[in-house]
């Protein structure tokens, strides 16, 4: 290379070292801030993918936080209602206790009825002061809205669990395609002279249970009726009386309830009684009752085929709506003339709608129906669990069997909705945290990936950097002699 005044030697070794320089202040900032992008120049690609990874990230973050979040205010109803369920079951054994009025004196009973009477208040106590963040859960605020049913004398107790979330309200037609029926069966064959000849022992059962009943003899149809309806409340049978025999009925509808009798001695029934000692005619004695079951009753919703027990109706469609409700004895029965069917209206409004993904389409509303006492029983033609209270149709000295079907009723209810809940905090609520978490998990590990520094190269590669930006240094100050050894030749 000639010998000139230009050096590019030196042009050449600034441009290398500005390079070298400007990589070693890029690695600093990597080391300092712990990202590898730092800017849209670092990496281009990168940072779009970064910045799109980043925003699923935080909407991720924030939903799993409302999901945790809705996972607390489930557990304070569950708890709650499991406390409403402790109740419910005090009730129910203060009730079975009373139930056999010959051992138990009246003030017992009203002891037991005050009892009940506590028990009923804590009820609604419990439901009025729960809340979570300053919101009602258990008073019906978050029951989701209808209209049309209240005042139907078709239909009553209707509960709507969930809704889908289109923006227009559902209607809901019913309608009656088969009639609903209670299992019954002829018992004994005796006209109105007619008694029992000699003792009798009958095991009689039902969905309720099982009860031995002892007729004496010499007791009148009136009689045999009143002992069978004693223990009405344990069986679920009850007796009627007309002018030829003595029919057994199911208290409830359905398929579930049934009726059947085992005559475990005597049996006879004397249709002459008084006049002879004893009667060949036994056709006219008390049978063994094989199980007879009633019918559930026959409806369609909006044309398709709904689910039902007794006169309660189940029904869920694959938008989201799912509700149940009890018909009334006699549109269960067919017994409203030519009507066969009615209708109402779920409105797209009303009950606690959570956001379970980052999307709106990963929204769903449940109803929580009010859980006080006015509320809770009315299933298949029971009264509801407020009738319990002293001064009610329900009450412990006045009708016992109400107040124990009407309890079971509510039991029924709560645990219903208790279930229901459940299932929603955890195959929904809970298997959305799970999902969020993994989802959290991976995305967190991709933006590391992208983003973050990789100290170990950054490391590396700082090492390197500097021993050139040095060894530049060090050439600059040779190649700059070049200028001292004109002058010298010059000299």
């Given at each position: 290379?000639?010998?000139?005044?230009?050096?590019?030697?030196?042009?050449?070794?600034?441009?290398i070292?500005n390079?070298?320089?400007q990589?070693?202040?890029?690695?600093?900032?990597?080391?300092?801030?712990?990202?590898?992008?730092?800017?849209?120049?670092?990496?281009?690609a990168?940072?779009?993918?970064?910045?799109?990874?980043?925003?699923?990230?935080?909407a991720?973050?924030?939903?799993?936080?409302n999901n945790?979040?809705t996972?607390?205010m489930?557990?304070?109803?569950?708890s709650?209602?499991?406390?409403?369920?402790?109740l419910?079951?005090?009730?129910?054994?203060?009730?079975?206790?009373t139930?056999?009025?010959?051992?138990?004196?009246?003030?017992?009973i009203?002891?037991?009825?005050?009892q009940?009477?506590?028990?009923?208040?804590?009820?609604d106590?419990?439901v009025?002061?729960?809340?979570?963040?300053?919101?009602?859960l258990?008073?019906?605020?978050?029951?989701?809205?209808?209209?049309g049913?209240?005042?139907?004398?078709?239909?009553?107790?209707?509960?709507?669990?969930?809704?889908?979330?289109?923006?227009?309200?559902?209607?809901?037609?019913v309608?009656?395609?088969?009639?609903?029926?209670?299992?019954?069966?002829?018992?004994?064959?005796a006209?109105?002279?007619?008694?029992?000849?000699?003792?009798?022992?009958?095991?009689?059962?039902?969905?309720?249970?099982?009860a031995?009943?002892?007729?004496?003899?010499?007791?009148?149809?009136?009689?045999?009726?009143?002992?069978?309806?004693?223990?009405?409340?344990?069986?679920?049978?009850?007796?009627?009386?007309?002018?030829?025999?003595?029919?057994?009925n199911?208290?409830?509808?359905?398929a579930?309830a049934?009726?059947?009798?085992?005559?475990?001695?005597?049996?006879?029934?004397?249709v002459?009684?008084?006049?002879?000692?004893?009667?060949?005619?036994?056709?006219n004695?008390?049978?063994?009752?094989?199980?007879?079951?009633?019918k559930?009753?026959?409806?369609t919703?909006?044309?398709?085929?709904?689910?039902?027990?007794?006169?309660?109706?189940?029904?869920?469609?694959?938008?989201?709506?799912?509700?149940?409700?009890?018909?009334?004895?006699?549109?269960?029965?067919?017994?409203?003339?030519?009507?066969?069917?009615?209708s109402?209206?779920?409105r797209?409004?009303?009950?606690?709608?959570?956001q379970?993904?980052?999307?709106?389409?990963?929204?769903?509303?449940?109803?929580?129906?009010?859980?006080?006492?006015y509320?809770?029983?009315?299933?298949?033609?029971?009264?509801?669990l407020?009738?319990?209270?002293?001064?009610?149709?329900?009450?412990?000295?006045?009708?016992t069997?109400?107040?124990?079907?009407?309890?079971r009723?509510?039991?029924?209810?709560?645990?219903?909705?208790?279930?229901?809940?459940?299932?929603?905090?955890?195959?929904?609520?809970?298997?959305?945290?799970?999902?969020?978490?993994?989802?959290?998990?991976?995305?967190t590990?991709?933006?590391?990936?992208?983003?973050?520094?990789?100290?170990?190269?950054?490391?590396?590669n700082?090492?390197?950097?500097?021993?050139?930006?040095?060894?530049g240094?060090?050439?600059?100050?040779?190649?700059?002699?070049?200028?001292?050894?004109?002058?010298?030749?010059?000299?």
């Amino acid at each position: 290379m000639a010998l000139t005044v230009t050096n590019t030697n030196t042009m050449a070794l600034l441009n290398i070292l500005n390079k070298n320089t400007q990589l070693q202040s890029n690695t600093f900032k990597q080391l300092t801030t712990g990202k590898r992008i730092n800017t849209g120049k670092d990496d281009p690609a990168g940072m779009i993918a970064l910045s799109s990874l980043e925003a699923e990230l935080t909407a991720v973050n924030a939903t799993l936080v409302n999901n945790q979040r809705t996972d607390a205010m489930l557990t304070v109803a569950d708890s709650s209602i499991g406390e409403i369920s402790t109740l419910l079951s005090d009730i129910e054994s203060l009730i079975v206790s009373t139930t056999s009025k010959t051992n138990i004196t009246d003030s017992e009973i009203a002891a037991n009825q005050s009892q009940i009477d506590n028990a009923l208040a804590a009820i609604d106590r419990i439901v009025s002061t729960t809340n979570f963040n300053g919101k009602r859960l258990l008073d019906g605020s978050m029951a989701i809205d209808t209209s049309g049913a209240s005042g139907n004398t078709y239909l009553s107790n209707l509960r709507v669990f969930a809704r889908s979330q289109d923006t227009t309200d559902t209607s809901v037609t019913v309608t009656r395609v088969s009639s609903a029926t209670v299992a019954s069966a002829a018992f004994a064959f005796a006209g109105a002279t007619a008694r029992t000849s000699g003792t009798t022992s009958l095991a009689i059962k039902g969905a309720l249970g099982t009860a031995n009943v002892s007729l004496a003899s010499g007791l009148t149809q009136t009689q045999m009726v009143a002992a069978i309806n004693a223990v009405k409340s344990q069986t679920g049978v009850s007796a009627i009386q007309n002018a030829t025999n003595i029919k057994l009925n199911a208290t409830q509808y359905g398929a579930d309830a049934f009726v059947s009798v085992d005559v475990l001695s005597g049996g006879k029934i004397n249709v002459n009684y008084g006049l002879a000692t004893s009667d060949s005619n036994t056709t006219n004695d008390m049978q063994n009752i094989a199980k007879l079951t009633g019918k559930d009753v026959g409806i369609t919703i909006n044309g398709q085929t709904a689910s039902s027990d007794g006169l309660d109706v189940y029904y869920s469609t694959n938008s989201g709506l799912n509700l149940q409700f009890t018909v009334s004895e006699d549109f269960g029965k067919g017994n409203t003339g030519g009507t066969t069917s009615t209708s109402f209206t779920v409105r797209a409004s009303g009950g606690a709608t959570f956001q379970l993904g980052t999307t709106a389409s990963t929204r769903q509303t449940i109803g929580i129906d009010s859980l006080a006492t006015y509320n809770l029983g009315g299933s298949n033609g029971a009264a509801k669990l407020s009738e319990l209270k002293s001064g009610g149709t329900k009450q412990l000295k006045t009708d016992t069997s109400g107040a124990l079907t009407a309890v079971r009723e509510a039991i029924t209810d709560v645990v219903g909705i208790r279930g229901r809940l459940g299932g929603f905090q955890k195959y929904q609520v809970g298997s959305s945290i799970n999902a969020l978490k993994a989802a959290q998990n991976g995305l967190t590990q991709a933006t590391s990936a992208i983003g973050d520094t990789d100290y170990a190269l950054a490391t590396s590669n700082l090492n390197r950097e500097s021993v050139l930006v040095q060894a530049g240094v060090s050439l600059l100050g040779i190649v700059n002699q070049q200028a001292s050894q004109i002058l010298a030749l010059l000299g």
